[in-house]
């Protein structure tokens, strides 16, 4: 491996380390910051009802006595937009509620278990009228060459471009 490509990863392992839930070791939408601005997910902050597991009303990083609400808070939309700039995204697929980073998503996704097959729409190619209008009497040759249409990837380019702008407004 090239010591660019493994500072690169090295950056990364850092990033997520810095942002994943501490307990879990996950990349979590919903985070809580406590007082101490330690963060962790609501879903090991908090057991099915609501309620602070007993482990977490000391903060595990440094022990703070409740750092964390008793009763798990509403996220508001802002932090998780924020989490979403960070680069933490949720798998798309209709009952899956992993959450992952984007650049694991790609294969996340391929190996998704609720992923759906979606049908293959076919593309058709919309139909040029050839205007019949070919004189050969003057010299002068026309040669319309129509631009050619690459709709593919539009979607895949048009995601990105939005996550990128979204990223550089922070
Ligand atoms: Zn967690
Ligand atoms: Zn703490
Ligand atoms: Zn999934």
């Not at 004189?135 to 709709?151: C, G, L, N, Y």
């Amino acid at each position: 491996m090239s010591s660019l490509a493994e500072s690169i990863l090295e950056t990364q392992n850092n990033y997520e380390q810095r942002f994943n839930c501490a307990v879990c070791l996950c990349p979590k939408l919903h985070m809580v910051y406590g007082h101490c601005q330690h963060n962790f997910c609501v879903d090991c902050l908090y057991d099915a009802g609501g309620n602070i597991r007993t482990s977490m009303i000391k903060c595990p990083t440094c022990q703070m006595d409740r750092a964390f609400p008793k009763t798990r808070p509403d996220i508001p939309d802002d932090n998780l937009e924020m989490m979403r700039c960070l680069g933490i995204q949720s798998c798309e697929n209709k009952g899956c509620d992993v959450e992952l980073w984007q650049w694991e998503l790609e294969d996340h996704v391929r190996s998704c278990p609720n992923r759906v097959t979606t049908p293959k729409t076919p593309y058709s190619r919309p139909h040029i009228k050839s205007e019949s209008s070919t004189s050969t009497k003057k010299a002068k040759k026309e040669s319309v060459a129509s631009p050619p249409t690459t709709r593919q990837s539009g979607n895949v380019v048009l995601r990105r471009l939005r996550s990128f702008r979204r990223s550089s407004l922070l």
